[in-house]
């Protein structure tokens, strides 16, 4: 690993979430997604997937022309409305860090909601639950977490414990 600072907590049985932020900071990366229905997506990721609205720009007429999404430190969306359909990208996914615990609830909170899919959540092959969903709009998003250690898979852990030896990493 690394020394590095991160807001993502360390995984972990009971691991808890951090509290969302509403300081304004430089964004090292933000995803901008366009939505044909803009109270609809907003809706979908505030009161389904957990965002809070930081802010709303309006434009002409008063209308939002853009929405500031947030979840956990760097982990921004800006929505923006599109006149016409939306064209979601292939091969394109969003993916925020999560906590292992909080992922079955998210889900329930999703699926409550209405308006997206969601799929899982689910074990991975390289450590981690993700919960697939998917926006009003196509765009997917998951919420990936790592397994606790001992939920891991030993044989993918030693593996990469192996490769971080080989880089000269630990």
């Known amino acids: 690993m690394t020394t590095l600072s991160s807001p993502v907590p360390v995984p972990r049985m009971g691991a808890r979430a951090p509290e969302i932020t509403r300081d304004i900071y430089g964004m090292p990366v933000f995803a901008t997604i366009l939505a044909a229905d803009l109270d609809a997506t907003v ?42 359909p939306v064209e979601p990208g292939t091969g394109l996914t969003l993916s925020f860090a999560a906590v292992y615990d909080e992922l079955d609830e998210l889900a329930d909170r999703a699926r409550a909601h209405g308006g997206g899919t969601v799929e899982g959540p689910m074990e991975t092959p390289w450590n981690t639950r993700d919960l697939t969903t998917t926006d009003p709009d196509g765009n997917v998003v998951i919420f990936t977490a790592g397994r606790p250690p001992e939920l891991a898979d030993a044989g993918f852990s030693e593996q990469m414990e192996t490769w971080n030896r080989e880089q000269g990493l630990r």
Request: aromatic letters at 14%; charged letters at 10%; hydrophobic letters at 45%.
């Open 43 to 84: 809706s979908w990721y505030t009161d389904g997937l957990g965002f809070i609205s930081l802010f709303a720009i309006p434009g002409p007429g008063g209308a939002p022309m853009l929405v500031h999404l947030r979840r956990w430190q760097f982990q921004d969306v800006l929505v923006r409305p599109t006149s016409g």
